[in-house]
């Protein structure tokens, strides 16, 4: 595994850019006190490394009259390589499945569903979802409020306070 190294610059340049992923270098470079030519260079090296893996707009779903967000534990009927092969291509598909995790517990699988309304949901489920192949049971829940939905990460566990200038090494997954 490669060590990469994250210090203090990468590590507000890195939440800067999960707040606002279109700032300008410039803009950047005055926030974390650096020069727009060395935050282009740390964005490169972020980007080579891996630790920034894409930039995306953020859409608001209710805005665009997806107003229904539905969780979905699913328990396949086998486990094995084939089995979870062919679901993952199959849920791959959907566009409606906004997340779809491998999961330990009860369920094989945790899905996250957007979809504009309770027809639409009732539709997918029916249509799609319950007819992936080897799925053998689907539980749901529909979201009644949002409390919190983010896609900032959070990085302070990659810092040490008593040492302000220390780099700190992770190793790559």
Known sequence: MAKITIDRYDLALLDALQRKGNATNATLGEQIRLSASQISRRIQRLEEDGVIAGY???????????????????????HGD??????ETAIAALPEVTDCFSVSGDADYMLRLVVPDLAAFSQLMMKNLLRLPGVARIKTSIALHTVKRT???????????????????????
């Open 56 to 78: 995306v707009a953020l859409l608001d779903p209710e805005s665009l009259g997806l107003g229904v967000t539905a969780f979905a534990q699913v328990i396949l009927e086998r």
């Open 82 to 87: 084939a089995a979870s092969e062919a679901f």
């Open 151 to 173: 896609h900032v990460l959070p990085i302070d566990h990659l810092t040490q306070p008593s040492k302000p200038r220390q780099r700190v090494r992770y190793a790559e997954s």
